[in-house]
Each structure stands twice: as C-alpha cells, then as structure tokens.
C-alpha cells in the first residue's frame, strides 16, 4: 500500500522559515517524479514545486521562485520542501504528490498525502 505521510507545517510569522518533509512507502521512490500542492481556504489546488525521479531537475510556480526549494533524499524516500521567507498568501494545506519518473505542474499525479497545515500569520 502506497503512502505518502507529510510533516512540518505550523503557524508561523511573515518572514520566517519552515520546512516541510514527505516520507514515501509502499512504491519504488527512486522511479517516482514528486511535487508539492497547496491549497488554500476556497481555492483550488495549485501547483507549487515539482522534482524529477532522479533530482536532476526541478519545477516552481512563479509565486515560490528564490524563496522555496524543493530536494529529495533517495535514502531516506523523502522529499522536502524548503520554504523562506513566508508570507500570509502562503497560507494553505501542502499536499505532497507521486507519479512515476516524469514530473508534471498538473494535478496529474498517481497517489497524494493527506497534507500539512501551513498558516502565516501577518
């Protein structure tokens, strides 16, 4: 059975830090691509980062870029997402997603987590 059990999230200040981990099981992570989603109160779910199956290449939606990193540890099936410099629009549930090797900034993705909390608070 495939999960994917996210972590991190938390009530935090404009401006601060936090990062956010997602422990793969159940599939071969080393042949999965992974992305993170977010969204927010009455939204839809938006793309937010995306890494391929090997790390060699990365996606940011435009509002992220220079302030998020996202980074995959193949030992630990883990994928992170680094978030800097937060700002109360980054308020939202963070889902963590799965599909094999190629990445994808749609909503396109085999299995999903059940998602993290993420409020900034002005």
């Known amino acids: 059975q495939v999960q994917l059990r996210e972590s991190g999230g938390g009530l935090v200040q404009a401006g601060e830090f936090l990062r956010l981990s997602c422990v793969a099981s159940?599939?071969?992570?080393?042949?999965?691509?992974m992305a993170w989603f977010r969204q927010a109160l009455g939204k839809e779910r938006e793309f937010v980062a995306a890494?391929?199956?090997?790390?060699?290449?990365?996606s940011y939606t435009d509002s992220v870029k220079g302030r998020f990193t996202i980074s995959r540890n193949h030992h630990e099936n883990t994928v992170y997402l680094q978030m800097g410099n937060l700002q109360p629009e980054d308020t939202a549930a963070y889902y963590c997603?799965?599909?094999?090797?190629?990445?994808?900034?749609?909503?396109?993705?085999?299995?999903w987590g059940q998602g993290t909390q993420v409020t900034v608070a002005s």
């Open positions: 997603a799965a599909r094999p090797f190629r990445m994808v900034e749609t909503t396109d993705y085999d299995y």
């Open positions: 890494i391929s199956w090997n790390g060699g290449s990365t």
């Open positions: 159940g599939l071969p992570f080393n042949n999965y691509a």
